[in-house]
């Protein structure tokens, strides 16, 4: 009974020391980040609903440190590399849905632009490998 | 173990492997307020986003928080979790995402949920589950608001330490049909929520308290004048009462900490000199005098602080005239339009609340958690609601209104009196601000400490760069409608909150007195702060 209890407090140690590592937590090999509206090539007329899709993993709010879970981030007009060490960052270009949404409503202004994903864990970090969506480009009327 | 089930269950003789499996279950009970009112609405419409919210949103949260969904009715579900805790996360995961939902609709065709969840033994057949327990969650749900969740004791007890919520008792109900009155709470899905209910049930016992007090004392200065000389007590006590009703007479020995000033001070002087009409005006004219002072000068932390809250460090505040300034710009459409605004009279932070000010609150355990870091370093990965709980300990420890500044305070103190692009001119200037690409600080080092940079005219450090910062206004895309008054834009959605000032990982471009970025109301990220303001 005893050791029983050890063990089992071991194992909740080791899950505990692993939840608090904040970089680099690996996503489930067959999760997919999509999205669901808009695809590859639309164009689309003034603002318009943006809505995430995320397969084999959930959605929670950021800072719940659930396994196999984090929240949206949209990237706008991104062009340079995600440092997967760094938190990702909150600015203009990228969006932040740390609330668990799943889909926004987006504003641009006419032309045409790139949309990507990103799955950020409970500290905003992206997963290790960063778990990403296809970049796709839009065109606004 | 099976003939205890059996005898709960009431079926005698059946063998335990009998077709009606008895289980402990979480039960979630949910439907649509005003179903009804809303189908006579719109039918089709509302059938369509009802079975659509099911599809997208209830169907999901169940299977994601490994629950079950047992059935749906035209305006609701119930729901089987083997985790109470899974079960109330799933139940606020559909309440919140709803709440983004309807804000982009007119109130009257929101579509909001009602929510009950208990604990209990529960008859489980494919299509249905039957037992006192579902009942318990159906009545739950009932009682509950639109838009809540309600819990039951027995859930309650389960979760109390596992989920980070704010739960409030509303004690035993007696729900229909069940013999039993049960216990109920709200859950709150925000902790600062709940620290604001409490709070104003605390300012009510306080008031109370001190109200009975004053009366006792009122009841015994009168006896005590009224009494031993008939003529003189009268005379003496219209000098008497004015004291009373200020928050003064700090030499009075004070029992209780908190709420001692009004009442029992007058007391004792009077008391000690009852004959003597003539000196009694002049002590009561001079605390009067000396209340008025501190009035034009808001920012002397001198005469109030000294009478209560003994230890608590306030943060060095600058004092403002106020004035009338253009706040936005034209660089970014959230700027536009530019537009006259008028700032009453108020102090701010000198520089942004430090990793020590903060640390003061968390071990008075009014917040959410103690920060690691330098003394020196602003504090940052608070929410909007980390920096309002701040901000009502340090206002309730101090007895000072310290709040949050509006947005368009901060943006006039950021200007600090110019209206360029940023407030040494419109060139960006090395060294002046803590931007990304702006200084050499190494990586390593940040957030550098609070006031390293050089000071706007107004003397305030750190407005713009730094840390991102926090102000009470809602988020809105741009100042369309935006109050002129100096007040913060408090109205419409309030999901997600205005930071200003950019950060050390921002460029220059969010140094910019007029930028603005907003974040979600309840979710911490790594380089947002904030600074406190006090009303006069």
């Known amino acids: ?141 | 173990m099976g003939e205890i089930r059996d005898f709960k269950s009431g079926k005698h003789g059946e063998p335990p492997s009998g077709a009606t499996p008895r289980r402990l279950a979480a039960i979630v009970a949910g439907d649509i307020a005003g179903y009804s009112r809303l189908m006579e609405l719109d039918e089709e419409g509302t059938h369509g986003r009802v079975k659509r919210i099911e599809r997208d949103l209830v169907e999901p949260s169940i299977a994601e928080h490994h629950g079950r969904l047992v059935k749906t009715t035209g305006d609701g579900f119930i729901a089987i979790f083997d985790s109470p805790v899974e079960a109330v996360r799933c139940s606020i995961v559909i309440q919140q995402n709803l709440v983004g939902r309807n804000a982009s609709l007119p109130k009257h065709s929101w579509i909001e949920y009602r929510i009950g969840v208990n604990l209990g033994d529960v008859i489980i057949e494919t299509d249905d589950v039957y037992g006192d327990g579902v009942n318990v969650a159906a009545r739950l749900e009932g009682i509950a608001d639109p838009g809540q969740v309600y819990i039951s004791g027995g859930i309650y007890e389960q979760i109390k330490h596992k989920l980070v919520c704010g739960y409030e008792s509303l004690g035993d109900r007696k729900v229909k049909n069940i013999t039993d009155p049960v216990r109920v709470y709200r859950v709150l899905p925000d902790p600062a929520a709940f620290h604001r209910n409490r709070k104003r049930r605390e300012n009510i016992l306080i008031f109370l308290l001190s109200v009975t007090l004053l009366v006792i004392a009122g009841g015994a200065l009168w006896y005590m004048l009224l009494q031993p000389r008939g003529k003189v007590g009268d005379q003496a006590s219209a000098p008497i009462s004015p004291p009373t009703e200020l928050p003064k007479a700090p030499t009075a020995p004070a029992p209780a900490a908190k709420q001692a000033a009004p009442q029992p001070p007058p007391v004792p002087p009077s008391s000690a000199q009852p004959t003597a009409p003539q000196p009694q005006p002049i002590p009561s004219v001079a605390p009067a005098a000396k209340q008025a002072a501190p009035l034009p000068q808001p920012a002397s932390p001198a005469a109030p602080t000294t009478q209560s809250a003994p230890s608590v460090r306030e943060p060095e505040m600058s004092a403002l005239r106020g004035g009338s300034f253009a706040m936005g710009s034209n660089e970014d459409i959230s700027e536009k339009p530019v537009h006259q605004v008028t700032i009453k009279p108020f102090a701010i932070g000198k520089f942004p609340i430090t990793v020590r000010e903060w640390n003061e609150c968390a071990a008075a355990k009014a917040c959410g958690f103690t920060a690691t870091g330098k003394d020196d370093a602003p504090i940052t990965n608070v929410s909007w609601s980390d920096a309002k709980q701040y901000t009502a300990w340090l206002a309730e420890a101090t007895r000072r209104p310290y709040r949050l500044p509006s947005e368009a305070e901060w943006e006039y103190a950021a200007r600090g009196g110019t209206q360029t692009k940023y407030w040494w001119g419109d060139q960006l200037q090395p060294g002046m601000a803590n931007c990304k690409n702006c200084t050499d600080v190494a990586a390593a080092d940040q957030p550098v400490k609070v006031g390293s940079f050089k000071s706007n005219p107004f003397g305030l450090y750190d407005m713009g760069g730094g840390v991102d910062q926090w102000v009470e206004d809602c988020w809105h895309k741009n100042y369309q409608g935006a109050p002129v008054d100096g007040s913060p834009w408090v109205t419409g959605d309030c999901t997600s909150h205005v930071v200003r000032s950019g950060s050390w990982k921002n460029d220059a471009r969010y140094v910019r007195p007029a930028n603005r970025d907003s974040y979600d109301t309840n979710v911490r990220y790594p380089t947002h702060g904030f600074r406190v303001a006090l009303s006069p």
């Not at chain 1, 029983?4 to 690996?26: C, E, H, I, M, Y």
């Not at chain 1, 695809?39 to 196999?68: E, P, S, Y």
């Open chain 1, 1 to 141: 009974m005893k050791i029983a209890r050890l063990a089992l407090l071991s194992v909740a140690l080791v899950l505990l020391s692993n939840s608090a590592d904040a970089q680099g937590k690996p996503a489930p090999k067959d999760a997919v980040l999509y999205f669901v509206w808009p695809q590859n090539g639309t164009t689309i007329k003034g603002a318009f609903w943006c809505r995430f899709g995320l397969r084999n993993m959930g959605v929670t709010h950021a800072g719940d440190n659930f396994k196999n879970s984090g929240h949206h981030h949209l990237l706008v007009n991104v062009n340079e590399p995600l440092n997967p060490k760094e938190p990702i960052p909150s600015d203009k270009s990228h969006l932040h849905f740390g609330a668990g949404q799943t889909e926004a409503r987006i504003e641009l202004p006419p032309g045409k632009h790139t949309l990507q994903l990103v799955l950020g864990d409970a500290d905003h970090y992206p997963f290790d490998p960063p778990l990403v969506s296809e970049k796709i480009s839009v065109r606004i009327k």
